[in-house]
């Protein structure tokens, strides 16, 4: 699976972003889906993933009720509406997928097989 992840910017304060990402390779149907982000200088971090339905996420504290994931099944694509962006929202945000049996979702990146290649985030203040 080569996951390719858009849709980063520049925004100020307040903004929203919608980031994309794109399974190629073949169908994430069965995969749990997740967004991490990785600011200069610290540890890449959990977002927020959803699982193979689609009905069940999970986000970090600090994203809760201002970022929504969702995804697309007939479209392989997976979304994070990003609002209310805060200058500490700036980073590069990477997707990972992992394949699953059920409808579990993690918030572990050690257990995502799959990386995109990274999106970067700018919240100016």
């Known amino acids: 699976v080569q996951l390719q992840a858009s849709g980063g910017g520049s925004v100020q304060a307040g903004g929203s972003l919608r980031l994309s990402c794109t399974a190629s390779?073949?169908?994430?149907?069965?995969?749990?889906l997740g967004w991490f982000r990785q600011a200069p200088g610290k540890e890449r971090e959990f977002v927020a993933s959803?699982?193979?339905?689609?009905?069940?996420?999970e986000y970090e504290d600090s994203v809760k009720g201002r970022f929504t994931i969702s995804r697309d099944r007939a479209k392989n694509t997976m979304y994070l509406q990003m609002n209310s962006l805060k200058p500490e929202d700036t980073a590069v945000y990477y997707c990972?997928?992992?394949?699953?049996?059920?409808?579990?979702?993690?918030?572990?990146?050690?257990?995502?097989?799959?990386w995109g290649q990274g999106t970067l985030v700018t919240v100016s203040s």
């Open positions: 959803v699982n193979r339905g689609g009905d069940n996420s």
């Open positions: 990972a997928a992992a394949p699953t049996v059920d409808d579990a979702v993690f918030t572990k990146k050690f257990l995502f097989d799959y």
């Open positions: 390779g073949r169908s994430f149907v069965t995969y749990v």
